[in-house]
């Protein structure tokens, strides 16, 4: 598609549960971000991915957030040991390689809520 | 870090008001984005403008980089121009996250 598709749209799911979220970005996009928004709030930046380098992990709340991104394209998100706190739309965004100046674009997040 | 500060916080408008949003930050950036949010909870790119003024029909956006803030204007507002702007700003080139501001939530009545 011509946009960042984001799976699934809405997750619900029992306290202490594993969840995984999946973030396919724009086609020939090489940087890609995770961001949290908590009900009514702004945007947190959780995880960069740019290339072949190391990603930025700095945002990432605890040990029980990770993310991978395989062959340079689609990302998981994945939460452990899921919290009532952890409830939020989160959402991925996609931009064009380091070095050249462009616009993140978002895709329509998935909504998780824990029971 | 860098502080992204959004006002007003909220606003509501008559339609076919006209409107300004305002957005200082902190420190100097490198790269500047307005998004609207929806009420369905989309994020729809507006404007890319770490400097300089841009139009796109009833919307327009001026960024005075060197004075660290950026307006963005919304004229003859309709009600789908409802729901929440984001500012948001990186701070070194290459296409690092974004910081956002807490927005401004506009509601636009019949």
């Known amino acids: 598609g011509a946009g960042v598709s984001q799976s699934p749209s809405n997750k619900v799911t029992e306290k202490g549960k594993d969840v995984e979220l999946r973030c396919d970005p724009i086609?020939?996009?090489?940087?890609l971000y995770w961001y949290r928004q908590s009900l009514g709030q702004g945007l947190e930046f959780l995880i960069y991915f740019q290339g072949n380098s190391a990603p930025d992990k700095s945002g990432l709340p605890s040990d029980r957030f990770s993310a991978e991104r395989t062959g340079g394209s689609v990302s998981t998100l994945t939460i452990q040991r899921t919290q009532q706190e952890d409830s939020a739309v989160y959402l991925c965004?996609?931009?064009?390689?380091?070095?050249?100046?462009?616009?993140?674009?978002f895709g329509d997040g998935t909504r998780l809520s824990i029971l | 870090g860098i502080q992204v500060e959004q006002s007003p916080p909220d606003l509501i408008l008559q339609e076919g008001a006209n409107s300004t949003l305002r957005c200082n930050f902190s420190?100097?950036?490198?790269?500047l984005q307005w998004f609207h949010q929806n009420p369905w909870g989309q994020l729809i790119n507006l404007f890319y403008i770490p400097s300089g003024t841009k139009q796109n029909g009833r919307l327009s956006a001026t960024t005075v980089a060197t004075e660290r803030y950026s307006l963005l204007y919304i004229s003859s507002s309709q009600t789908t121009d409802s729901g929440v702007y984001f500012c948001?700003?990186?701070?070194?080139?290459?296409?690092?996250?974004?910081?956002f501001g807490k927005g401004t939530r506009l509601s636009v009545i019949a």
């Open positions: 420190d100097s950036v490198n790269n």
């Open positions: 086609s020939g996009h090489t940087a």
């Open positions: 948001a700003v990186d701070l070194y080139s290459g296409n690092t996250p974004l910081v």
């Open positions: 965004a996609s931009s064009m390689g380091q070095g050249s100046n462009q616009p993140q674009h």
